[in-house]
């Protein structure tokens, strides 16, 4: 049991290592995805002051 004792260690860290990186991934791709819906969102407004004429510099 003594011998498994640092395997089982190492790999509960590296699980939780592991843990870690999803969370700020999942963290990432949702700063991302609000980034997204923003642009799409400027460029229909942009689009909307275009088509009416009122076309800022």
Do not use: C, H, W
Request: hydrophobic share 35%; aromatic share 6%; no cysteine.
């Amino acid at each position: 049991m003594i011998q498994f004792r640092p395997s089982v260690i190492n790999a509960v860290g590296e699980v939780s290592d592991e843990l870690t990186k999803v969370e700020k991934l999942k963290n990432q791709y949702s700063i991302a995805e609000k980034r997204a819906q923003t642009l799409q969102q400027a460029s229909k407004n942009a689009s909307m002051l275009f088509k009416s004429g009122r076309q800022t510099t």
